[in-house]
C-alpha cells in the first residue's frame, strides 16, 4: 500500500506534458501578410495598380427565401440611407450659402 502511495504521488507530481498547437498565423505568416500588403499599398499610391474601390466583388445569389428577403431590406434601408444623406447634405450646403 506504501508503494501504492509513493506511485500515485510522484504521478501526480510530475508535470504533464503538453505540446505547442500551431497556430493559424504563425508571426513569420503575419509579417509576410503585412509586407505583401505594404507592397499593394505603395503601388496603389503610386497608381500602378488597381485600387480597392475600383474592384467589384459579385454576391452569390441568396438560397433562401430568409436570405432573399434580409438581401432585400438591407438594400432598401441602405437607399433610404443615402437618400437621407443627400438631403441632409442638400439642406447643410443651402445653410451654409445663406
Do not use: C, W
Not at 443615402?82 to 438631403?87: A, I
Request: proline share 3%; glycine share 2%.
Amino acid at each position: 500500500m506504501a508503494e501504492q502511495a509513493q506511485k500515485t504521488m510522484t504521478e501526480d507530481a510530475t508535470p504533464k506534458k503538453v505540446m505547442f498547437a500551431n497556430r493559424p498565423y504563425s508571426q513569420e505568416e503575419r509579417i509576410k501578410k503585412d509586407e505583401e500588403e505594404l507592397e499593394t499599398l505603395l503601388k496603389e499610391q503610386k497608381g500602378e495598380a488597381e485600387s480597392t474601390e475600383e474592384k467589384v466583388e459579385v454576391e452569390a445569389e441568396p438560397k433562401n427565401a430568409e436570405e432573399k428577403t434580409f438581401k432585400k431590406r438591407y438594400g432598401d434601408l441602405r437607399r433610404h440611407t443615402q437618400e437621407k444623406e443627400k438631403e441632409f447634405q442638400a439642406q447643410l450646403d443651402e445653410l451654409k450659402t445663406n
